[in-house]
């Protein structure tokens, strides 16, 4: 008998792979094993020539949904006269491993199951099978066996016993398989730590919710905090208690058409809304709607999301309620995960817990992506999506920590061709999401495999994650410019070596000279890049209290615009200046005391935004651009005139026919709607100008946008439509955040080609 020996790696386990290899194997008539390692899957198998050949184009061809192969080696082995076919016992191995899957949201027969009165899992919360349910945020050690998971605790009883070691049923080693006798088990509790004697407590959270109370709701990565999206008092309560002003709340909906009733949604946004990784999609809004306006003040979309644990569909299903659910967390400190932990730190925001004793071993945000251009273009990179690796276009020559950036980090392990990107870890500015950050790189390097020898990082000095990385020992350390990690993000999620024209608008990056950059034009690739244009320097004044209260900065643009004259401006924004803070100002400014100039596009927005509409201080990042953007109206076509100086080899772009175009059309009374497209239009026709410019001198025609400024999709729509007609190839993120979350790709590319 022909014999031969598979080995398949990528994702291939917790997704219903062994199963599907013994099946197959029972209908090809083939004897062997297979069985799962730390480096995949392993198979050997015996059986006619025809019937192997079936057997591997079957695995090739039609492979369980949710696995992912990325590579099968098949060797001839002598024959070992097997019986029969099994699957064998982990066994654990050194060296490389398999990925493990993300969490998955519950698949249709698990939910046929869940609503079906005659079934055993009617009604209970915690059902899933091999191709639906929590992974990684239960999974402690590999390979995925329920050992090492927080279901290890729970016995299976008699049936789910035989379930799990039947390898025709669905739930054949589906490691947290459970039931009501055997499983989980959820519990609802005041805010006083009291359980509440319910018999469900399913329907009572429900009654809650609807008399408007908060409740925090345990999920899959961590704790929700919920309450009716549709009560203003409600809304406005949990706003007041979580200290959010305006920053907006995720939705969770029960199904499409309830979503259509408020949002628009075209096809690849139903998909998107459906898929496993069910993340929070940006929708545009409707114009009238029963969801209270507080969710989401001054914003274009809604968040929303579909149900994706089992809990959610029941809470949904009975209750018809439209739901906020936001983060369990305290203003800004990482998601809530561990009983206690959430207990403490959400009573005071949370009236009542629902909760469970399924272990939640690691964290993990619900994601934000959105479409763009008819692709999806992720904001916020987490559940469902992580730990996937990110396959690369050259291979890593050793392992790599890239430890990221400051706000809305990320850090990125990588090795042979792959990247893994950590989940959203957050804005390292607290003890809590630092903390986070140490213990989940330590897990994660165990999760990967990875022994990192390098490690990149940013330049500036200050970043938690900068510091994080230059502490650690023995490591070769590789700076990396924050703009130049920006471009190379984008260029190696669409798999481009070659030099492109790089054009990075962000807030805030640390610049070779000191200065605060984020309008940048780079001729980059991953070996290095050359600064050949950027906004002219402003004074910034105060640094990061500038950003903090946006007004700071207007102040500075129209002071150096029209000098003192500007005060005698008649408009909105000056009339609102407390005239000793100006002063103030003023001096800073004169006498160059704790300003730093920067090139920052951020910071532009800000300013012509408050210039716009007056704002004391932001609440979020980016929400004074986000405000302008939403104002924008899309009708409009023009621009404004801009001026671009050459000094030397360097481009600058100067503001002043901005500002003081965006200053006359307020004094003339315009639109703020006209006034803030055609300052889009501007930046738009800017940036198709200095790649323009930068072709002719340099012969290049690739662009790469990147940087948060360019989720503000009415500029990237029009930046992308211009740089196309003008026959450049554009390439954006879509994989891979376009702000700092991405950095960390760009940092570990780039300091692979240093090695
Ligand atoms: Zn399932
Ligand atoms: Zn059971
Ligand atoms: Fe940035």
């Known amino acids: 008998m022909p014999s031969i020996r598979i080995e398949i790696k990528g994702i291939v386990q917790g997704v219903g792979f062994r199963p599907f ?8 008539h083939l004897s062997g094993y297979v069985l799962n390692d730390t480096q995949g899957v392993e198979i050997e198998a015996e059986g006619k020539k025809s019937d192997l050949d079936k057997f591997l184009l079957r695995i090739k061809d ?37 990925w493990v899957s993300p969490d998955l949201a519950t698949c249709d027969d698990c939910l046929r199951e869940l609503f079906d009165p005659q079934d055993r899992r009617f009604g209970y919360p915690f059902l899933n099978c091999t191709n639906c349910g929590p992974r990684l945020t239960i999974i402690q050690d590999i390979p995925y066996d329920r050992e090492k998971t927080t279901m290890a605790v729970f016995e299976m009883c008699p049936e789910c016993n035989q379930e799990y070691h039947n390898p025709q049923n669905r739930r054949f080693h589906a490691q947290p398989n459970a039931c009501p006798v055997c499983g989980p088990k959820l519990t609802l509790a005041d805010n006083k730590n009291k359980v509440l004697n319910t018999t469900d407590p399913i329907d009572s959270t429900i009654e809650l919710l609807k008399d408007g109370y908060i409740i925090a709701i345990k999920g899959i990565g961590g704790y929700h905090l919920a309450c009716d999206a549709t009560n203003k008092g409600a809304v406005s309560n949990l706003r007041r208690r979580k200290y959010r002003e305006d920053k907006p709340f995720a939705l969770m909906v029960k199904d499409l058409q309830t979503i259509q009733r408020f949002c628009h949604v075209n096809q690849l946004e139903k998909k998107l809304l459906h898929s496993v990784c069910r993340p929070i999609l940006l929708l545009k809004k409707k114009k009238a709607n029963l969801i209270a306006p507080e969710v989401a003040p001054l914003q274009k979309n809604w968040g929303v999301m579909l149900p994706y644990s089992p809990l959610h569909h029941l809470l949904l299903a009975r209750s018809n309620l439209i739901l906020v659910m936001t983060s369990g967390n305290r203003s800004d400190e990482p998601i809530a995960y561990q009983d206690e932990d959430a207990f403490q730190g959400l009573r005071d925001i949370a009236d009542y817990f629902l909760t469970h004793n399924r272990g939640i071993y690691r964290r993990c945000d619900d994601s934000v992506t959105r479409v763009w251009n008819g692709e999806e273009m992720i904001i916020r990179r987490a559940r469902g999506y992580v730990p996937q690796p990110l396959k690369m276009q050259s291979t890593f ?14 850090f990125c392990l990588a090795r042979d061709d792959l990247a893994f990107l950590s989940t959203h870890i957050g804005d390292l500015e607290n003890l809590e999401t630092l903390e986070f950050y140490e213990k989940e790189v330590e897990r994660f390097k165990k999760l990967c495999s990875v022994q990192p020898e390098i490690v990149a990082h940013d330049l500036h000095p200050e970043y938690l994650s900068t510091k994080y990385a230059l502490s650690l020992p023995h490591l070769r350390k590789i700076p990396v410019q924050h703009h130049h990690a ?17 054009v990075a608008f962000d807030g805030t990056g640390y610049g070779e000279d000191k200065a605060v950059w984020g309008g940048e034009f780079l001729l980059a690739d991953p070996e290095g890049y050359q600064r050949v244009a950027h906004f002219k320097y402003i004074p910034m004044p105060g640094g990061e209290m500038a950003i903090k209260e946006p007004w700071r900065m207007a102040l500075s643009y129209v002071y150096y615009c029209y000098g003192d004259d500007f005060l005698n401006l008649d408009i909105d924004f000056v009339r609102r200046l407390d005239l000793n803070k100006c002063k103030t100002i003023k001096k800073m400014l004169n006498q160059k005391i704790n300003v730093f100039p920067t090139s920052s596009a951020g910071r532009l927005f800000d300013s012509v935004s408050v210039l716009l509409n007056w704002r004391e201080e932001i609440h979020y990042e980016g929400q004074p651009a986000i405000e302008l953007e939403t104002m924008a109206d899309q009708k409009i076509k023009r621009g404004y005139d801009f001026e ?25 009374g315009k639109k703020k709607s006209t006034i803030s497209a ?23 025609s690739d662009v790469c946008l990147s940087g948060g400024v360019f989720q503000n999709v009415f500029l990237l729509e029009k930046a992308h439509k211009l740089l196309v007609k003008y026959k450049f190839k554009v390439y954006t993120h879509h994989r891979v955040p376009p702000n700092d979350g991405g950095i960390s790709l760009g940092q570990a590319v780039i300091a692979n080609q240093r090695i």
Not at 21 to 28: G, H, S
């Open 21 to 28: 290899i013994y099946n197959l194997a029972q209908k090809c």
């Open 644 to 668: 671009i100086s050459r000094e030397q080899k360097m481009l600058i772009i100067h503001p002043e026919l901005l500002i003081k175009s965006v200053v006359s059309d307020l004094l003339n």
């Open 486 to 502: 920006h471009i190379v993000s984008c260029m190696a999620e669409n798999k481009i070596g070659r030099k492109v024209i790089g």
């Open 397 to 410: 020559r050793k392992h790599i920590l890239a430890a990221g950036a400051q706000l809305k980090n990320t």
């Open 62 to 98: 039609t492979p369980p949904p949710l696995s992912q192969i990325e590579r099968i080696n098949v060797k001839r082995i002598s024959s070992r006269g097997y019986q029969n076919f099994v699957i064998r016992q982990s066994e654990k191995k050194e060296g490389e491993t398999v």
């Open 678 to 700: 055609k300052f889009h239009n501007s930046i738009a026709q800017i940036i198709a100008e200095i790649c323009f410019r930068l072709r002719k001198e340099y012969k290049l």
